[in-house]
C-alpha cells in the first residue's frame, strides 16, 4: 500500500505532530499541498487529508488544494483528519465539509479523526491560548492506533 498526507500546520505545529503520528504505520510522506501536484494522487492508494480549524473550518489552503483534485478514474481511499483547541461539536463535524468535497472526486472516505491542539485564537490569546500541551502522547499514540486501523488485514503496511 503506498500512502500520504497532505497537511495543512500553520500556527503551533499541532497538526503536523498528528500527521507524523500517522504517517509511521503507513510508512507515508508528509506533504504540504503545494509540495504535490493533485493529479499525482492517483498513484496513491491512501490519502490522509488534514489541517487545523480555524473559525470551524479546515484550513482554505487544504480546502482548495482538494476542490483542484481531478476526478478519479478509480475508487481511492482517504481518510481526513483535524486539530482543534475546542471538542468538535457532534451537530456539525469539522471535516464533514471536505469528506464532502472528497467523494465526488472519486475518494472513499474511510474515516475521520480529530485531536486537541494548542488554541491561541481570539479570545484565547488573552489568556496565552489553551491546551497548552496538546497533543500530548496520548493524542499522538490515538493517531498512531488510527493510521494503523486503515493499513489493510493485518494493520501493518504491505
Not at 471535516?95 to 481570539?122: I, Y
Amino acid at each position: 500500500m503506498k500512502a500520504v498526507i497532505v497537511c495543512v500546520s500553520v500556527s503551533h505545529g499541532n497538526t503536523r505532530r498528528v500527521a507524523e503520528a500517522m504517517a509511521h504505520p503507513l510508512a507515508a510522506a508528509v506533504v504540504e499541498p503545494e509540495e504535490l501536484d493533485p493529479a499525482d494522487l492517483v498513484g496513491y492508494d491512501l490519502v490522509g487529508f488534514g489541517s487545523g480549524v480555524f473559525t470551524g473550518r479546515l484550513h482554505p489552503r487544504l480546502r482548495e488544494y482538494v476542490r483542484a483534485l481531478p476526478p478519479a478514474r478509480q475508487p481511492r481511499r482517504a481518510f481526513v483528519f483535524a486539530t482543534s483547541g475546542l471538542p468538535e461539536p457532534g451537530f456539525r463535524p469539522f471535516t464533514r465539509p471536505l469528506v464532502r468535497l472528497l467523494e465526488p472526486k472519486g475518494f472513499e472516505v474511510v474515516g475521520s479523526f480529530t485531536a486537541r491542539g494548542h488554541d491561541t485564537w481570539l479570545p484565547f490569546k488573552l489568556v496565552g491560548g489553551i491546551n497548552k500541551q496538546r497533543p500530548d502522547a496520548r493524542d499522538l499514540a490515538a493517531a498512531h492506533a488510527f493510521a494503523t486501523g486503515l493499513c489493510p488485514r493485518t494493520g501493518r503496511v504491505s
